[in-house]
C-alpha cells in the first residue's frame, strides 16, 4: 500500500504535479488493480513530454500499478486541464503540468472551462525557467542587441509562445522593456521553428530543453 506521505516524498523528486482532490488516498487497497492515468498537456514527443513519462516510468515500480500516460494536447493546455477538473475526484487521474499556467488560466482566457480551485498539488519534482531565444544563424549574440533591435521595429517586431507561462513571461518583458513587438501563438514549439530561423519571428521564448535539442540561441535565462 503507498500512503500520501510516500507517494509525495517521490513525486517531489520528479515533476509539478496535479491532482483532483486525492480521496482515494485514505483508502487502503490504492491503487489496487486499477489503472493510474497520468494526464499530460505536452505534444507526444515533444521536450516537455519527456517529464511525465520519465515520472509515471518511475512511479510504476512504487505502487505496483499500471500507469498510463494520456497526451490530451490543445488550448494552452486547457484540454488536459479541463479534462482533469471533470475528472472523479479519486486520485486515479493526475495531471502533469506546471501549476503557474493553470494559474494563469482565468487571467489570459475569458472562459478557461475549470477553476483552479478544482485542484490540490500532489508535489512538484523539477523548476525550469524560459528562455528568450533567436535562431542559431541571427546576429544579435547578447539580449541587449535583441533588445534594440526589437525596439528599433516596434510593433513590426514579433515573438513565438506556446504555453501560458511562456505568454506571461512574454508580456511581462514588453511592459518591462516598453517594446511594441507582436506576440504569435503556436500550437506546439516545434511548429515555430521555420519562422525563427527564416527571419519572419525576431524571438521565441521557450522551455531550455527544447531551445538546446534544436541548438537554438538563448541570450537570456528568464527565472
Not at 502533469?96 to 519534482?125: E, H, Q, R, T, W
Not at 506556446?162 to 511581462?172: E, I, K, R, Y
Amino acid at each position: 500500500m503507498a500512503t500520501r506521505r510516500q507517494v509525495l516524498q517521490v513525486s517531489g523528486a520528479l515533476l509539478v504535479c496535479w491532482l483532483t482532490e486525492p480521496t482515494a488516498f485514505a483508502q487502503e487497497a490504492y491503487p489496487g488493480s486499477r489503472e493510474v492515468h497520468v494526464i499530460a498537456a505536452f505534444p507526444p514527443g515533444s521536450e516537455a513530454d519527456i517529464i511525465p513519462r520519465y515520472f509515471s516510468e518511475n512511479m510504476r515500480p512504487f505502487l505496483g500499478a499500471t500507469i498510463v500516460v494520456e497526451n490530451k494536447v490543445g488550448a494552452s493546455g486547457n484540454i488536459a486541464i479541463t479534462y482533469v477538473a471533470k475528472a472523479k475526484p479519486d486520485g486515479y487521474t493526475i495531471l502533469m503540468f506546471p501549476p503557474s499556467a493553470i494559474a494563469a488560466g482565468p487571467a489570459l482566457f475569458k472562459n478557461p472551462g475549470y477553476d483552479p480551485s478544482a485542484f490540490a498539488v500532489l508535489g512538484s519534482a523539477c523548476r525550469y525557467a524560459f528562455t528568450v531565444s533567436v535562431a542559431a544563424n541571427s546576429p544579435h549574440k547578447t539580449l541587449q542587441s535583441l533588445i534594440d533591435a526589437v525596439r528599433a521595429k516596434g510593433a513590426n517586431a514579433s515573438y513565438a509562445t506556446t504555453a501560458p507561462s511562456a505568454q506571461v513571461a512574454g508580456g511581462m518583458m514588453k511592459n518591462i522593456l516598453k517594446l511594441a513587438a507582436v506576440e504569435v501563438p503556436y500550437r506546439v514549439s516545434g511548429d515555430t521553428l521555420n519562422d525563427l530561423n527564416s527571419g519572419a519571428l525576431d524571438y521565441a521564448i521557450y522551455p531550455p530543453a527544447f531551445a538546446l535539442l534544436n541548438e537554438i540561441q538563448a541570450p537570456l535565462d528568464l527565472r
